[in-house]
């Protein structure tokens, strides 16, 4: 048994890790959206940079569970009416909010100065 088998029993019966994946993005891009609001209202700008930060993690979880979603896509044993009707609404909202990530991320990074985006960093 693997080291993720014996720490999550449960993880073999699952057809595809799709939906282990699909939280991370939820919580990671509504935790960016709180920050850049907490940011904004105190005008602290640590809690920018958080928020940026948690930002980009959230559009990369969101990469990967639309990556993991989309592989997983044809194995998913469903009746042809849900497929047609559930599956496809809930394909386009998954790849919409990876674009909408993708563009807040850019936007993010675009909205900076590279002095002062770059100087926490160091």
């Known amino acids: 048994m693997s080291l993720l ?10 057809q595809n890790i799709h939906p ?6 939820i919580a990671y891009l509504c935790g960016a ?4 609001a907490l940011a904004w209202v105190l ?5 920018a940079y958080t928020a940026f930060l948690i930002l980009s993690l959230g559009t990369l ?3 990967a569970a639309a990556a993991a979603g989309l592989h997983a896509e044809d194995g998913v044993m469903i009746s042809r009416s ?5 599956l496809e609404h809930h394909e386009q909202l998954m790849l919409t909010t990876l674009g909408l990530s993708v563009l807040a991320t850019i936007w993010a990074v675009a909205a900076r ?3 002062s985006c770059c100087s926490w960093l160091w």
């Open 43 to 47: 005008r602290r700008e640590r809690l």
């Open 113 to 115: 100065p590279c002095s």
């Open 82 to 86: 849900v497929r047609e009707h559930l």
């Open 20 to 25: 282990l994946l699909v939280h991370f993005p």
């Open 61 to 63: 979880a969101a990469a």
């Open 5 to 14: 088998g014996s720490l999550f029993p449960g993880i073999q019966h699952l």
């Open 33 to 36: 959206l709180l920050f850049y």
